[in-house]
């Protein structure tokens, strides 16, 4: 080959590279937002709770939000629902389950007519009672519990609004905080357990 030849063989093998380079970047900056939200769902269903469950009753209660926040959300095939439901579900006391009303074909088929009620109202975040100001206390069956105070941040047709709800939390005998129930809270409630 002669030199002519050469440099422009070289020109268009480096034209190639840098095309192939900013190809690369730009798929990588257009599908990152992309595979964080695809990937929130895989993360959920996937999430080891029997070896990495969470320690204090105020996380179990941020983790029962963030897997309401995705189902409420998202649309979400019913295989997805189902297994996310199945994972929810760890999070709950025993005494809870046990209630007939708490089946997990019960409880998926509630969720679903209150997603339908809703009518496109979306979780924009849940603010979870810290851990420092929970409170712990033994109960007749010397078992401990803990209230937990939480403020929902919901939008819809552009309006936001807020519920509170207190959590009732119970540590089983594996030492973990399990929910027990929940009913609504008032707004000072929240502000009495420093909840915005």
Known sequence: MNSKTTKIVGAFAAILVAAALILGVFFMMNNRGKSTKADEVEIL????LE???PETP???????WRFNKYMYN???SDEDLTKLMKQLRKLYDEEMLAEEKNSEEKMLETFKKDKEN??????????VEKYDSVKVEKGKDKKRYATVVVAVHTKKSGKSSTFFESFMCRR???KRWKILGWKSATQQDAIDAGVQ
């Open 58 to 64: 105020t996380e179990v209660v941020k983790l029962y």
């Open 51 to 53: 070896n990495a469950y």
């Open 172 to 174: 089983d005998e594996n």
């Open 74 to 76: 998202k649309k979400a």
């Open 118 to 127: 809703r009518g496109g109202e979306t979780i924009v975040s849940a603010v």
């Open 45 to 48: 269903q996937e999430r080891d």
